[in-house]
């Protein structure tokens, strides 16, 4: 097998895999009342498929600084957005 | 990510603002549709990542292949997507219901618009992998 970017193709069908089993496992666990649970079950889950997407399929475990930075950066100003928002909508 | 970002946002605002409205509403979604098409965006994303696989490899016919698979798969995922919405539509659910379906609709739609264009195609899963959580399984 080859290194680095050529990844063989058993590796995208195990990450596949995975992801099926977290689907299932999200749509499980909604079906139970956990209250406030739910939501964090819920984006939990999701979290961890996102960074298996991003990882294996979008290989950025073989991306350099940079593009972990173009990748992470985002998310930041996502959570700034988001918290900016909130402290004024929260606390009218 | 801003388009998208900005969504999420009003998204978690009128969600917290009104936590019954969405308790009310999101029941209206069907959760077995809903994971359907996040089976079909998954598989769509292996068959994207087979195909780049394929093409280092210098092998052509297969990248045409998973490429090929990976098309139908969009069509599926946009065939349930139709039949989602008529069915909404059939039981008077319309973006102007209330907040809740106007984000449902507006969300759904901007992603389905990418699906539609192609636009880079993990990128589409990804949003996906969040928007079904969010809509169809907490309320």
Known sequence: MEKGRGAGYGVYVAVFAALLVLT???V???????????????????SVKA???ALFFMHLRHEGRLVWTFALVPIL????IIGGTLSDTLFR | MLLFGGLFTAYIVFRL???????KDFVHL??????????????????????????RKGKQELLKLYLSLTI??????LAIKYFEWTEKFAHGLFPGTDIFFSLYFMMTGLHGLHVLSGLYWH???????YLFPMLYLIG
């Not at chain 1, 499980?28 to 999701?46: E, K, M, P, Q, T």
């Not at chain 2, 139908?72 to 995922?77: C, S």
């Not at chain 2, 990128?123 to 992998?129: A, E, G, K, Q, T």
């Open chain 1, 24 to 26: 299932g496992a999200t």
């Open chain 2, 17 to 23: 603002k009104f936590p019954e409205m969405f308790h």
């Open chain 2, 123 to 129: 990128f589409v899963d990804l949003v996906w992998i």
């Open chain 2, 72 to 77: 139908l798969l969009a069509g599926v995922f």
């Open chain 1, 51 to 53: 960074t298996l997407v």
């Open chain 2, 30 to 55: 069907n959760r077995v549709l809903g994971a359907a098409n996040t089976v079909v965006l998954i598989t769509s994303s292996l068959t994207v990542a087979l195909a780049i696989a394929s093409i």
């Open chain 1, 28 to 46: 499980g666990v909604s079906y139970i009342d956990l209250g406030i649970w739910n939501v964090a079950a819920a984006l939990l889950i999701a």
């Open chain 1, 77 to 80: 100003f996502l959570a700034l």
